[in-house]
């Protein structure tokens, strides 16, 4: 069973840019899709982006295409979140998650993070 832990979120002005990492821990990192998703106050989790066990294959939500980026480092164990021109509507937790198999944008991932804030002041 993997163990997902989130960091790199914070307060950041609009237009400015944060990296999150998603540091796995108890399993063959290679073997697990990954994804970011982010929920805002009383919404459902939503899917952000995700990256395929190889890292050749990234998905992107429109809302968030062409700003942010996924990456992976399976030497590192980790899965990074490039956020760019960051808009206060991007303020929320983040997530990431992990699963053997491809779950593209579903939020049925079997493992995830606890979650980092983002917030971005306009």
């Known amino acids: 069973q993997v163990q997902l832990v989130e960091s790199g979120g914070g307060l950041v002005q609009a237009g400015g840019s944060l990296r999150l990492s998603c540091a796995a821990s108890?399993?063959?990192?290679?073997?697990?899709?990954m994804g970011w998703f982010r929920q805002f106050p009383g919404k459902e989790r939503e899917f952000v982006a995700a990256?395929?066990?190889?890292?050749?294959?990234?998905y992107y939500a429109d809302s968030v295409t062409g700003r942010f980026a996924i990456s992976r480092d399976n030497a590192k164990n980790t899965v990074y979140l490039q956020m760019n021109r960051l808009k206060p509507e991007d303020t929320a937790v983040y997530y990431c998650a992990a699963d053997h198999n491809f779950r593209g944008s579903s939020s049925r991932y079997d493992y995830w993070g606890q979650g980092t804030q983002v917030t971005v002041s306009s």
């Open positions: 990256i395929n066990w190889g890292g050749g294959s990234t």
């Open positions: 108890g399993g063959a990192f290679s073997s697990y899709y």
